[in-house]
């Protein structure tokens, strides 16, 4: 069984910054892409950042320039640094991973809880 872990979330204002992580545990072999999708009140799902095993990288283009996605292998993890945060930002962010639970296998994706990120005006 695998969990991913998220945290960072909360309350800033805006031009403020916050750091989500999200980690993975379990019985893991491998993790292909991970990534990070938002859904704000009353609006779609969307990709906000996604990385791939080899560190490359593709961001909506709402974020590009105040957002960064990285990933530390050893450590199962995921993060999202965002700076010159804006109003519309406000959402709850999932992250996501793909993972391989043994040599050979499939990846599957799994998810995190959400955690929301509020940004004041």
């Known amino acids: 069984q695998v969990q991913l872990v998220e945290s960072g979330g909360g309350l800033v204002q805006a031009g403020g910054s916050l750091r989500l992580s999200c980690a993975a545990s379990?019985?893991?072999?491998?993790?292909?892409?991970m990534g990070w999708y938002s859904q704000a009140p009353g609006k779609q799902h969307e990709l906000v950042a996604s990385?791939?095993?080899?560190?490359?990288?593709n961001y909506a283009s709402s974020v590009k320039g105040r957002f960064t996605i990285s990933r530390d292998n050893a450590k199962n993890t995921v993060y999202l640094q965002m700076n010159s945060l804006k109003s519309e930002d406000t959402a709850v962010y999932y992250c996501?991973?793909?993972?391989?639970?043994?040599?050979?296998?499939?990846?599957?994706?799994?998810w995190g809880q959400g955690t929301q990120v509020t940004v004041s005006s």
């Open positions: 996501n991973e793909g993972v391989a639970l043994y040599s050979g296998g499939s990846y599957v994706l799994y």
């Open positions: 379990g019985s893991i072999f491998s993790i292909n892409t």
């Open positions: 990385i791939s095993r080899g560190g490359s990288t």
